[in-house]
């Protein structure tokens, strides 16, 4: 049997999924909730409470005792981890950890202990920054004027220097814990950290995860020494080089052979960020196939054949776990948006789905908004900006089939505005998230992107990737043959374009960059 372990660490919780590929299934998924599985962490929503709403860090020791419950759980279940041929996984992107030791210095771990007990003394700081935290304007600041402006940030690294990014982070730790930083002899990602701990050795970040750092060079995939020396003073010895994403690094410290029974030398492939690791979980790891995020905040991700950034600015570039890149924009204004919008015109979840097919129709009669209702990302807002144009019970929310499709038409066209720099016109689009379930936004988005929409059957799709990611690396199937196994379409989630459809928008296409424009974003 083959069976691939995927592990994803993300804000809140830890999850597992196990493939066979032999059977072509997934036989197992499994997850350890940080707030309610680990309450004396203290950290119901996967981070350290702070009243400052800027300052998000999380306690990194949680992510190991989430590791070791994870498995003792599965083995209590029953599960052979002896039949596991590779193990990967994923992590939420930017976090960072910081060891007085390097990982391959530390003693061997001892099965007789608690990993956090081992784990603990190794830490230089006891808390990780994670990617809710917005707290280093100043240092993004900085590092962006020390280089030359965040037009070189981007062109070197793919994103201007943005606050949860690693760099900025960083350099915030060496301005206020200058002798903790000194002390510190690794710091890694959250990702790597993980792997760290699985293999015994210090497992080096890889090119999808590391690129969210403002480090990485996207061209030469070193880390850039203007950066470098931009964050932090020695922050070049503190770091391993990065390495592509399918690198084996390593085999699982015999603690884990020992304590759960995986089969001794079970190769370990490098972690990498959750986003990279979807790219793999959709299917979506070939340009032509774009991936929406219908969340609390939505998120577009596509693969790119090269390593465009956006001028604007507002985009990021990662590196795509089957080689090349990969973009990545994020929208502050999405589902709180809409149900913003539900909730002012008293529509249903359903009767908000039934306006937008039955009652509205493409290009809303020049009915349009600017949706911020919330400070915004992409573009940058730091205010809310709505402002609705068209008939006077549309502009007073009080035409709810048209406002709810105001809303959704305008993230439709933000979305394809602002992925447009990466020269790529995808042909699908495969829609995830708690709102995919609504086919009139489907709809909107076929019209507007012209594209094929698909929904997935997978719900984890960052630990399917980590999962398939070890598969790739330690079977001989490619990609193609792992996605026709693995990422099945769900027949009754396929939206096609409309063709007068399509023609319908070009005029709202324009109104909206004409907006922008006037917004100077
Ligand atoms: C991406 C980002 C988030 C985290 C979530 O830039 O900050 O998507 O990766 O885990």
């Known amino acids: 049997m083959g069976l691939y372990l995927g592990l994803d660490s993300s804000t809140q919780s830890l999850s597992a999924l196990v493939i066979d590929t032999d059977a072509g299934q997934v036989v197992l998924q499994e997850a350890v909730n940080f707030g309610q599985d680990l309450p004396e962490y203290r950290s119901p929503h996967g981070f350290l409470p702070n009243p400052d709403a800027q300052l998000r860090h999380a306690d990194p020791l949680l992510w190991v005792a989430a590791l070791e419950l994870l498995f003792t759980r599965l083995k209590a279940g029953g599960f052979d981890f002896g039949a596991v041929r590779g193990v990967s996984g994923s992590g939420q992107q930017h976090g960072s950890v910081y060891l007085n030791t390097r990982i391959s210095d530390a003693p061997a771990w001892s099965s007789a202990t608690p990993l956090v007990d081992q784990v603990r003394p190794l830490l230089s700081r006891a808390s990780s920054p994670i990617w809710l935290d917005s707290s280093t304007t100043a240092e993004c600041g900085e590092i962006a004027a020390a280089v030359g402006g965040d037009s070189v940030v981007v062109g070197v690294t793919g994103s201007r220097a943005i606050e949860r990014f690693t760099g900025p982070q960083i350099r915030k730790f060496w301005k206020t814990e200058p002798e903790a930083y000194a002390k510190t002899a690794e710091v890694t990602l959250v990702s790597a950290f993980i792997a760290s701990i699985l293999t015994g050795q210090s497992a080096p970040i890889d090119f999808g995860d590391g690129a969210g750092m403002n480090l990485l060079d996207l061209q030469s995939g ?28 390593g085999e699982l410290e015999p603690y884990f052979v020992k304590r759960f029974g995986f089969a001794p030398g079970t190769p370990v492939i490098a972690f990498t960020g959750d986003n990279p690791s979807s790219l793999v979980g959709m299917g979506a790891t070939e340009p032509g196939t774009a991936v929406i995020s219908l969340g609390t905040s939505d998120t577009v991700f596509a693969a790119m054949r090269e390593p465009r950034t956006d001028p604007r600015g507002y985009g990021h570039v990662f590196g795509n776990p089957a080689g090349g890149f990969m973009c990545l924009i994020g929208f502050a204004n999405g589902s709180l948006a809409r149900e913003e919008v539900a909730r002012r015109v008293g529509l249903s979840w359903p009767a908000f789905e039934a306006a ?6 493409p290009g809303n009669e020049g009915n349009s908004m600017l949706p911020y209702f919330f400070p915004e990302m992409t573009p940058k807002l730091l205010e809310p900006k709505l402002e609705l144009e068209g008939t006077e019970a549309f502009r007073a929310f009080q035409d709810p089939p048209a406002n709810a499709r105001a809303i959704v038409e305008a993230q439709a066209l933000s979305m394809q505005r602002h992925s447009d720099w990466i020269g790529e016109r995808p042909r699908s689009v495969r829609v995830t998230g708690g709102a995919s379930k609504n086919r009139g936004i489907l709809q909107v988005l076929a019209d507007v992107f012209d594209a094929r929409i698909e929904t997935l059957s997978v719900s984890n799709s960052a630990a399917l990737g980590a999962a398939l990611r070890a598969a790739q690396a330690g079977t001989r199937l490619s990609w193609a043959e792992l996605y026709a196994r693995f990422v099945v379409a769900d027949a009754s989630g396929r939206v096609e374009s409309s063709p007068s459809a399509v023609v319908a ?17």
């Open 505 to 521: 928008y070009a005029e709202p296409r324009a109104k909206f960059a004409r907006k922008m424009q006037a917004l100077g974003v």
């Open 356 to 361: 937008i097919l039955q009652r509205t129709k």
């Open 222 to 249: 070193a880390w850039s020494p203007a950066l470098l020396a931009a964050t932090a003073p020695n922050l070049a010895q503190k770091l391993l080089p990065a390495v592509p994403s399918a690198t084996r690094v």
